[in-house]
């Protein structure tokens, strides 16, 4: 693990206001803490819902001037922005990786997830041209697509860079001014984004950086002047934000958590499968909203459990699979697993007490693959979100059973089946109530330009938070009417 790298001292994490790095007067700082080693690698201030005032103040003068620039100009400069991230890839996946416990791995893709969202804002400017049309004798009506002026950006721990890069390219590419607040736990990658686009030439003000907690997001769901807000985190809190906000006004997109069935059946492959699986729980550790935390066993498909365990035992903890973000974390986890077991799960591995060699490692947030077999339906392993590296198996005699069991759940993020027969996969991509399908695909994130989004409780608010629906959340469509001479033959055109 020697390959995470590290600060020699503590980055002192400022927010970005006006194009100035600045610490707001008599915040308290927080430190910031690697899941790697427990230790403190940066401290970042803690902003009061009255400091987020002076942030949106600046974005607001921002904003019109950045309007105005024009798409084609504000899309040279978020080029630029996607060739420095590029170019700062290593860079920015080191400090995803060490503030949020990922391995370089995942946080590299992260990135390049991140940068994939870059390339479809960039086509905006060709694809997305308005339209005109002759409605009736001499009027015609066209649209033409119009910031909504200063919006926020709410973001989770498990993703620093990709999560952020969800909301950035699309918002600043319509026209908008960009206020993000990304979770205390994982605040230093915000800063190289931050110092990315100031060097890329977006204008001071133009994207903003706030750091905080509660206050911070209560200041920004309060704060008159931001029209949109974007959230990505637990269901919980994603339908507080979505209750406060559009109580105020606001426009909001708040996804939330989920609990993905992953439905495998005795004709699915036996080699591709288990490593799929495995994959899919253990990838991030666990702490993804795809994760496939849920196995939904249909039938005899016993060789596929028994070669699930084989493969996810041999994973090593640290190179193979990251850290959870905190010691809180790890004793929740630890928590559910034994009322699982005590309820009757058979724990056929078990990862609690898994570290890493290494003395450097010891203060870190560690635990192995887990998998909890003859799990029933009622159990929590089998209906909350446990965001850590556990499945739970529910076995079922048939698909029927597997799908009512799909549909009992309140979230609808994501579902996949394993299966060779195209029938059965059919069926289930018919039939799930997710928003994401995968067809022997054990995390199914949609590509750009296909939107990332769920549904029911894993989404509160209209339409996805990547693609189309991305730039359809951050603008708003202007109809103009016109007409230029009179006309006596009937036209009810006005």
Known sequence: MSYVQLPDSPIIGRNLVGG????????????????????????????????????????????????????????ARMMKFRMLLEQNLEKLANSAAREAGKTIGEARAGVLKGIEVC??????????????????????????????????GITPFNFPAMVPLWMIPNALTVGNAFILKPSEKVPLTSLLLGELLLEAGVPPGVFSIIHGGKEAVEGILAHPDIQAVGFVGSTAIAKRVYTEGTARGKRVL?????????????????????????????????QRCMAASLMVAVGDVQPIIDEMVRRAASMEVGPGMGALIDKAAQERLEAAIAKAQSEGAKVLLDGRGKKPSGAAWAGGNWMGPTILDHVRPEMESAQKELFGPVISIVRVPTLTAAMELQHASPYGNAASVFTTNGAVAQHVVDNS?????????????????????????????????TGQGGVDFWSYLKKVTRKWTARTDGSWMS
């Open 20 to 75: 100035e790095w600045v610490t707001p007067t008599g915040a308290e700082m927080l430190d910031v803490r690697s899941p790697y080693t427990g230790g403190v690698i940066g401290r970042v201030p803690m902003t009061s819902a009255a400091g987020v005032a002076p942030v949106v103040e600046a974005a607001k003068k921002a904003a019109e001037g950045w309007r105005a620039m024009g798409l084609r100009d504000r899309t």
């Open 119 to 152: 390339d479809f804002a960039l086509s905006v400017q060709n694809l997305d041209t308005g339209g005109a049309l002759e409605v009736s004798r001499g009027v015609t009506c066209e649209f033409k697509r119009e910031p909504l002026g200063v919006v926020a």
């Open 254 to 286: 708040a996804l939330g958590g989920a609990k993905n069935a992953l439905i495998v059946v005795p004709d699915a492959d036996p080699v591709f499968t288990p490593q799929a699986v495995v994959d899919s729980f253990t990838g991030c550790a666990g």
């Open 433 to 465: 109530r997710a928003g994401m399908v995968g067809v022997n695909v054990g995390v199914p994130v949609p590509r750009e330009p296909f939107s990332f989004g769920g549904i029911n409780d894993s989404r509160f608010g209209h339409g996805d938070i």
